[in-house]
């Protein structure tokens, strides 16, 4: 797990060996402290030079072992020792420095990094903070400011920013070890404890308070909620108040009060959630280990409206050849403008060369016929859609996929108007789609395994985080949206304000409130896809609509205010008030507060005092509920992947891990009951009822959630 190897006369070298990302389990610390004693012993070895297997340094700790019990030598005291010893530590940075892996390089004397390496201390998007001293040696480096906004970030950076931050000596751009071992050579026999970032004194200037004060500012906005941000903050001051004994004390105290946080095993779920995602499995036994994906080069975007644009710049961006196409030459130009704009833009922010010479643009299937896949992204209208589709079929070759970006019409129907059923797959970007990472990626009954794999490799490929889902109305994310809405909307006839619901949604660590977001993204989509579902027609009255639609309840609050023209942001005036049309910054309406005081007089609903926890049990817990139900339909193959779509696409606090986590944190029974009780008093509310997989989870002792997927499978052997 550490390899030791004598290299010329006085240098040893260790290598950590734990594949794939050189995690510092309890094998790999063992094997460094074996080493150490090794090369200490050695009275040859004058020096010691650290590297990783496979060119790449360290990830870190081994995330996987925090859910146990801890074994091992401990990081700290090992990395005290690497720095105390009497002998030169030089640490060869390649690939990736971080979290543990950079406290261990920061506890060597040197540090010389290849040019494309990255490092960081990224504990903080894991709950806690770098507990191995990272707190207090990379302040005594680079002074209190970088160091705050890289522990509290989790920020990667470049070798050639961290040269300029001091953290490393020295950049290379050929073999970090070679450089490493002419460093070591250069300065043996000059003395080590200047080179001892622990024995530096705090590094206090007399601004320390207001930069910190500053620091706790933006993280308590940035991250809603999150104690990890706010503890580095903390610990990082110490290492400017502190001598280095102490600040470890101030680092170990905020460290055991994090590790076991809810918070931090949320965030290690969270982690390792959406590395599970790329496993994706169908019901038919197709796995993403026993499906090949082809090549994909060109793609045909279809569409360059809101979506189609920025799925077009995400395709450009990741090297694809793009073809463009538009209804008309008005619709073609506008939208030629807009990507060309953006494409522009992010070469310049990232100061490389345009990529535009990959895009064409098209106003006729015929330039589409060489193209390997096609994106569909026009207007949500499924005859539309459906002519698109068999017009395609005309143009394309016979392997070539069709994608739909549908929000959630059915991808079967659509499949059938083809020739390629086998070759149809839903790829469902999120708004603004060169931004979002979510995508999902959905399987109608005829897809075939390989078409799945085609799209998740292509997803992937342009940096995306795509789950597989099956195919129902709203797929898995919009289709939970759907319930979550009709809650908060609930409420607010029966008593709350938007900005009350969207108060206890954004205490809970929502960027923010469901309100804002529906603002944010126009009242009058919602609206549009409410009347082509027959929800509204000439027969509701505008002005007394009716409250029970289609055989169940129905709020017509949304309708009635798109009825006035309130749009949203767009149009100034929404759920909430805004200085002209566009404007962003959201303040109360007392319009909408007298408009709610009618609305409920007339319909004899007397006004309830909701709590912060109402609006939160009944919004999360019926995200979760739906979930269960979405589970038991084998839409998605696990809860993770249902969390991972709620963390990536619809913007769940990361520290409470997504809507299915929480309930298992919360506690499943408590959530059964709390469904019953809700379901109790809203009997007009069918998605109140809870779902058979929560009755039979706790009925089975609520099992952990790791252990759902064998109960749902159980399930399904027995349907
Ligand atoms: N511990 C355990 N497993 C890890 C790991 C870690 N630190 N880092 C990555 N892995 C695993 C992943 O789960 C994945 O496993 P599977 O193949 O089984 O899915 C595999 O390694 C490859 O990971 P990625 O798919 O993420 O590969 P990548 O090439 O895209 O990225 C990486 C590599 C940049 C190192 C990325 O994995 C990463 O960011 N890892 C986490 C780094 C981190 O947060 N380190 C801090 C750990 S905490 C710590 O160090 C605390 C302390 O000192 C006290
Ligand atoms: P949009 O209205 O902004 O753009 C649709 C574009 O399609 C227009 O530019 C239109 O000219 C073009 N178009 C229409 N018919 C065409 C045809 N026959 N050939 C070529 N182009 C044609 O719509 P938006 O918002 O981009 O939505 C597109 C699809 O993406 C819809 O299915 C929608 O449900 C889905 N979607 C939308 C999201 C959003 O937030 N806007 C999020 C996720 C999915």
């Known amino acids: 797990m550490a390899r030791y190897t004598r290299l010329t006369e006085p240098i040893a070298l260790i290598t950590l060996n734990n594949p794939p990302v050189n995690a510092l389990s309890s094998a790999v610390r063992s094997g460094i402290v074996d080493s150490v004693?090794?090369?200490?012993?050695?009275?040859?070895?004058?020096?010691?030079?650290?590297?990783?297997?496979?060119?790449?340094?360290?990830?870190?700790?081994?995330?996987?072992?925090?859910?146990?019990?801890?074994?091992?030598?401990?990081?700290?005291?090992?990395?005290?020792?690497?720095?105390?010893?009497?002998?030169?530590?030089?640490?060869?940075?390649?690939?990736?420095?971080?979290?543990?892996?950079?406290?261990?390089?920061?506890?060597?004397?040197?540090?010389?990094?290849?040019?494309?390496?990255?490092?960081?201390?990224?504990?903080?998007?894991?709950?806690?903070?770098?507990?191995?001293?990272?707190?207090?040696?990379?302040?005594?480096?680079?002074?209190?400011?970088?160091?705050?906004?890289?522990?509290?970030?989790?920020?990667?950076?470049?070798?050639?920013?961290?040269?300029?931050?001091?953290?490393?000596?020295?950049?290379?751009?050929?073999?970090?070890?070679?450089?490493?071992?002419?460093?070591?050579?250069?300065?043996?026999?000059?003395?080590?404890?200047?080179?001892?970032?622990?024995?530096?004194?705090?590094?206090?200037?007399?601004?320390?308070?207001?930069?910190?004060?500053?620091?706790?500012?933006?993280?308590?906005?940035?991250?809603?909620?999150?104690?990890?941000?706010?503890?580095?903050?903390?610990?990082?001051?110490?290492?400017?108040?502190?001598?280095?004994?102490?600040?470890?004390?101030?680092?170990?105290?905020?460290?055991?009060?994090?590790?076991?946080?809810?918070?931090?095993?949320?965030?290690?779920?969270?982690?390792?959630?959406?590395?599970?995602?790329?496993?994706?499995?169908?019901?038919?036994?197709?796995?993403?280990?026993?499906?090949?994906?082809?090549?994909?080069?060109?793609?045909?975007?279809?569409?360059?409206?809101?979506?189609?644009?920025?799925?077009?710049?995400?395709?450009?961006?990741?090297?694809?050849?793009?073809?463009?196409?538009?209804?008309?030459?008005?619709?073609?130009?506008?939208?030629?403008?807009?990507?060309?704009?953006?494409?522009?833009?992010?070469?310049?922010?990232?100061?490389?060369?345009?990529?535009?010479?990959?895009?064409?643009?098209?106003?006729?299937?015929?330039?589409?016929?060489?193209?390997?896949?096609?994106?569909?992204?026009?207007?949500?209208?499924?005859?539309?859609?459906?002519?698109?589709?068999?017009?395609?079929?005309?143009?394309?070759?016979?392997?070539?996929?069709?994608?739909?970006?549908?929000?959630?019409?059915?991808?079967?129907?659509?499949?059938?108007?083809?020739?390629?059923?086998?070759?149809?797959?839903?790829?469902?970007?999120?708004?603004?789609?060169?931004?979002?990472?979510?995508?999902?990626?959905?399987?109608?009954?005829?897809?075939?395994?390989?078409?799945?794999?085609?799209?998740?490799?292509?997803?992937?490929?342009?940096?995306?985080?795509?789950v597989a889902v099956g195919n129902c109305p709203g797929f898995v994310g919009n289709r939970m949206l759907k319930l979550y809405m009709d809650q908060s909307l609930y409420l607010l006839e029966e008593g709350a304000t938007p900005e009350q619901v969207d108060q206890a949604l954004e205490e809970f660590g929502f960027a923010m409130g469901i309100f804002k977001v529906a603002d944010l993204s126009g009242l009058d989509v919602g609206w549009r896809v409410r009347k082509a579902s027959g929800l509204i027609g000439p027969d509701i009255d505008p002005v007394n609509p009716s409250r029970w639609r289609l055989g169940q309840r129905y709020c017509p609050l949304p309708d009635m205010l798109c009825q006035q023209g309130r749009f949203g942001q767009k149009t100034g005036r929404g759920w909430y008030l805004y200085n002209s049309p566009g404007s962003k910054e959201a303040k109360p309406d007392p319009e909408i507060l007298n408009f709610l005081e009618d609305y409920r007089l007339k319909y004899g609903i007397t006004p309830q005092r909701i709590s912060s926890q109402e609006v939160i049990e009944r919004c999360a817990f019926s995200l979760a509920n739906e979930g269960f139900r979405i589970l038991e339909d084998g839409i998605a193959a696990g809860p993770e992947d249902i969390d991972v779509i709620y963390l990536f696409g619809y913007g769940w606090p990361r520290h409470r891990g997504g809507p299915m986590f929480y309930a298992s944190q919360v506690g499943l029974s408590v959530v059964l009951e709390k469904m019953e009780h809700y379901h109790r008093i809203h009997p007009d509310v069918p998605s109140l009822e809870p779902s058979r997989l929560l009755r039979r989870l706790v009925a089975e002792g609520s099992p952990p959630i790791q252990q759902w997927r064998n109960h749902i499978k159980n399930l399904h052997s027995q349907l």
């Open 37 to 466: 004693s090794q090369a200490l012993k050695d009275d040859q070895v004058k020096a010691v030079v650290f590297c990783g297997e496979n060119r790449m340094f360290s990830g870190g700790a081994d995330i996987k072992e925090f859910s146990g019990s801890m074994s091992g030598p401990p990081l700290v005291r090992m990395i005290h020792s690497i720095e105390a010893s009497e002998k030169l530590m030089v640490a060869a940075i390649e690939g990736v420095a971080l979290g543990g892996g950079l406290e261990l390089a920061l506890g060597c004397h040197y540090r010389v990094a290849n040019t494309k390496a990255r490092l960081g201390l990224p504990e903080v998007t894991l709950g806690f903070l770098p507990g191995a001293g990272g707190t207090q040696r990379l302040p005594r480096l680079t002074g209190i400011t970088a160091a705050l906004e890289l522990i509290t970030t989790g920020r990667q950076i470049s070798a050639q920013e961290a040269l300029q931050l001091g953290i490393v000596d020295q950049v290379t751009e050929g073999n970090a070890v070679q450089a490493a071992m002419e460093l070591a050579l250069s300065v043996i026999g000059q003395p080590l404890n200047p080179r001892r970032l622990s024995l530096r004194p705090p590094v206090w200037s007399a601004d320390v308070d207001s930069v910190c004060e500053v620091a706790l500012a933006r993280v308590k906005q940035h991250s809603r909620g999150a104690m990890a941000p706010v503890a580095c903050v903390q610990a990082v001051r110490a290492a400017a108040m502190l001598p280095y004994s102490k600040g470890m004390e101030k680092e170990r105290q905020l460290m055991d009060t994090l590790f076991r946080s809810s918070q931090a095993r949320a965030l290690q779920y969270a982690f390792f959630a959406q590395r599970n995602a790329g496993k994706w499995s169908l019901p038919n036994g197709a796995r993403w280990n026993n499906t090949k994906a082809r090549d994909v080069q060109r793609v045909g975007v279809i569409g360059l409206g809101t979506m189609g644009r920025g799925i077009a710049v995400s395709l450009v961006k990741a090297g694809l050849s793009v073809v463009a196409l538009e209804s008309d030459a008005k619709q073609l130009e506008s939208g030629k403008k807009a990507v060309t704009a953006m494409l522009q833009r992010d070469a310049q922010r990232r100061g490389v060369g345009s990529p535009l010479h990959l895009l064409t643009f098209a106003l006729s299937f015929h330039q589409l016929k060489d193209v390997d896949l096609v994106i569909e992204a026009v207007f949500e209208d499924m005859n539309l859609k459906k002519r698109v589709f068999s017009d395609l079929c005309k143009v394309l070759r016979a392997g070539t996929l069709i994608c739909t970006n549908t929000s959630g019409l059915n991808v079967d129907e659509l499949a059938k108007v083809t020739d390629r059923q086998h070759l149809v797959v839903g790829m469902h970007f999120f708004a603004p789609a060169h931004v979002m990472k979510l995508l999902e990626v959905v399987y109608g009954s005829r897809s075939s395994p390989e078409a799945v794999a085609v799209a998740m490799a292509l997803g992937k490929r342009i940096q995306k985080v795509c």
